[in-house]
């Protein structure tokens, strides 16, 4: 009780500060930030610790601020140390008591929940202080909308993550939040299509082709945003963005997911799918330093687009594998063999009975028999996580060096769950 009534408080206090620093977007924040005091909910004490953590911080920098100035213009300043200290001490006081609450509550996945919460609320709130634009959609819409929207994503990150954090229903979630995220993303580009360019992220249509990530760049030699963007995810979730991401890859899934039982893919496939990607890559190239018009290289590339499209509603969804994703598509290669340099991986622990029940788990053909005696999953893996729950005995796993199996799961659906929230938050296209 005393925590609770010590946190709205101190939450008001940082929302009154703000609105008196003419930040109306950090008032309506900590404001938002408010009802989670209140809310019935198992993560919101680690999460309020979190955010009364940084509340403390930035009452020690005003105090530490205003003090110095007042000593360089010869003014008084024991008295504000004393009142701002104390509001500091307040503020850390109520983080503490909430992490103390936090501790002994009893839902254990109520630290991986807040995690996500805190990680979604701090990537958005940098992208959206660090941008020029209005990257983050509502706030094209009302004043400090933006800040709303950053609550609330961090709340649905939350939420995400303790649905996914139950192995029998992580693969479920996944798919279903892969394909929000895609059904989102075109509702958006058919929104900016009927001319609401405030859909738009730039106000400026582009072909929505994975494969002109790093085809675009390469013909165009600027427009470097998607490819940092791109491996930015390989950095900190290796090739998930193919599993979790991407807004293409998630019709594939789709189409693949037509037959119950996913076959195997011809033994030719790695080498087409090295040919592809270097065809393509290759083109760019040569198309951007001959000079070719624009109108060519958007021909090719929906050509190359639609030609994906009838991939997927033909092989993928006879086959059961995501042909698209892991035949046709050059990203999906540079994922799978750039996503190398994060140590996130699926393991097959030495218990194995070689059984190959998993198989049947994974669209992406990264378990075949000879994976599964290898012990790891194959190249194309893309980290979807669906195998985990699919082993009944409870051999396959995350593995990520220094932390065990459970861990390593849990800090990969923090990062990546935090991810999927931030992309559905910014203004995508
Ligand atoms: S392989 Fe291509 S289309 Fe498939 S998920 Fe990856 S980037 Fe998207
Ligand atoms: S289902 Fe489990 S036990 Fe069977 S092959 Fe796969 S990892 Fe091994
Ligand atoms: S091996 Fe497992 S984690 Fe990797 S793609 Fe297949 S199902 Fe997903």
Same mark, same amino acid.
């Given at each position: 009780?005393?925590?609770?009534?010590?946190?709205?408080?101190?939450?008001?206090?940082?929302?009154?500060?703000?609105?008196?620093?003419?930040?109306?977007?950090?008032?309506?924040?900590?404001?938002?930030?408010?009802?989670?005091?209140?809310?019935?909910?198992?993560?919101k004490?680690?999460?309020?610790? +979190? !955010? =009364? @953590? &940084?509340?403390?911080? $930035?009452?020690?920098?005003?105090?530490?601020?205003?003090?110095?100035?007042? /000593? %360089?213009?010869?003014?008084?300043?024991?008295?504000?140390?004393?009142?701002?200290?104390?509001?500091?001490?307040?503020?850390?006081?109520a983080?503490?008591?909430?992490?103390?609450?936090?501790?002994?509550?009893?839902?254990?996945?109520?630290?991986?929940?807040a995690?996500?919460?805190?990680?979604?609320?701090?990537?958005?709130?940098?992208?959206?202080?660090?941008?020029?634009?209005?990257?983050?959609?509502?706030?094209?819409?009302?004043?400090?909308?933006?800040?709303?929207?950053?609550?609330?994503?961090?709340?649905?990150?939350?939420?995400?993550?303790?649905?996914?954090?139950?192995?029998?229903?992580?693969?479920?979630?996944?798919?279903?939040?892969?394909?929000?995220?895609?059904?989102?993303?075109?509702?958006?580009?058919?929104? +900016? !299509? =009927? @001319? &609401?360019?405030?859909? $738009?992220?730039?106000?400026?249509?582009?072909?929505?082709?994975?494969?002109? /990530? %790093?085809?675009?760049?390469?013909?165009?030699?600027?427009?470097?945003?998607?490819?940092?963007?791109?491996?930015?995810?390989?950095?900190?979730?290796?090739?998930?963005?193919?599993?979790?991401?991407?807004?293409?890859g998630?019709?594939?899934?789709?189409?693949?997911?037509?037959k119950?039982?996913?076959?195997?893919?011809?033994?030719?496939?790695?080498?087409?799918?090295?040919?592809?990607?270097?065809?393509?890559?290759?083109?760019?190239?040569?198309?951007?330093?001959?000079?070719?018009?624009?109108?060519?290289?958007?021909?090719?590339?929906?050509?190359?687009?639609?030609?994906?499209?009838?991939?997927?509603?033909?092989?993928?969804?006879?086959?059961?594998i995501?042909?698209?994703?892991?035949?046709?598509?050059?990203?999906?290669?540079?994922?799978?063999? &750039?996503?190398?340099?994060?140590?996130?991986?699926?393991?097959?622990?030495?218990?194995?009975?070689?059984?190959?029940?998993?198989?049947?788990?994974?669209?992406?053909?990264?378990?075949?028999?000879?994976?599964?005696?290898?012990?790891?999953?194959?190249?194309?893996?893309?980290?979807?996580?669906?195998?985990?729950?699919?082993?009944?005995?409870?051999?396959?796993?995350?593995?990520?060096?220094?932390?065990?199996?459970?861990?390593?799961?849990s800090?990969?659906?923090?990062?990546?769950?935090?991810?999927?929230?931030?992309?559905?938050g910014?203004?995508?296209?």
């Open positions: 009780m005393i925590t609770t009534i010590l946190t709205i408080p101190t939450l008001l206090f940082l929302a009154a500060h703000a609105f008196r620093m003419g930040c109306s977007g950090g008032a309506v924040f900590w404001l938002t930030a408010g009802f989670l005091a209140i809310a019935p909910v198992p993560w004490s680690w999460a309020l610790a +979190g !955010l =009364l @953590g &940084f509340g403390s911080w $930035l009452w020690a920098d005003v105090t530490f601020t205003l003090v110095q100035q007042r /000593i %360089a213009f010869g003014l008084p300043w024991v008295r504000l140390a004393a009142i701002l200290g104390t509001v500091t001490l307040v503020c850390l006081a983080a503490i008591l909430n992490w103390r609450r936090a501790r002994v509550s009893g839902w254990p996945g109520s630290s991986v929940q995690s996500a919460f805190l990680l979604t609320v701090t990537g958005l709130a940098i992208a959206r202080e660090k941008t020029s634009l209005d990257i983050i959609l509502l706030d094209r819409f009302f004043p400090s909308g933006g800040w709303i929207a950053i609550i609330l994503l961090g709340w649905y990150a939350a939420w995400i993550a303790g649905k996914m954090l139950r192995p029998g229903n992580s693969a479920k979630w996944r798919r279903t939040i892969w394909t929000v995220f895609s059904a989102v993303f075109f509702l958006q580009l058919g929104l +900016g !299509l =009927l @001319g &609401f360019e405030r859909f $738009l992220m730039t106000g400026s249509l582009h072909l929505p082709i994975p494969a002109l /990530i %790093a085809a675009g760049p390469l013909y165009r030699g600027d427009g470097f945003f998607m490819i940092i963007l791109f491996a930015v995810t390989l950095v900190l979730v290796g090739p998930a963005w193919c599993s979790h991401l991407c807004y293409i998630a019709w594939d899934n789709l189409a693949a997911e037509g119950k039982k996913p076959g195997a893919l011809p033994g030719w496939t790695t080498t087409g799918r090295w040919l592809i990607c270097l065809a393509v890559l290759a083109t760019a190239i040569l198309l951007g330093r001959s000079g070719q018009p624009l109108f060519t290289a958007v021909a090719l590339a929906a050509v190359f687009g639609l030609l994906g499209i009838v991939i997927m509603l033909t092989w993928s969804r006879r086959s059961g995501m042909t698209h994703c892991t035949t046709y598509c050059p990203m999906g290669l540079l994922a799978n063999i &750039f996503g190398k340099i994060n140590p996130w991986r699926i393991r097959i622990d030495e218990k194995c009975c070689r059984c190959g029940i998993c198989t049947r788990s994974c669209r992406y053909g990264a378990l075949t028999v000879r994976d599964i005696e290898g012990g790891k999953a194959g190249l194309n893996c893309s980290l979807c996580g669906d195998c985990i729950s699919g082993c009944p005995h409870g051999h396959l796993h995350y593995r990520f060096p220094g932390l065990g199996n459970e861990a390593a799961r800090c990969f659906i923090v990062v990546i769950v935090a991810l999927h929230a931030l992309f559905l910014v203004a995508r296209l």
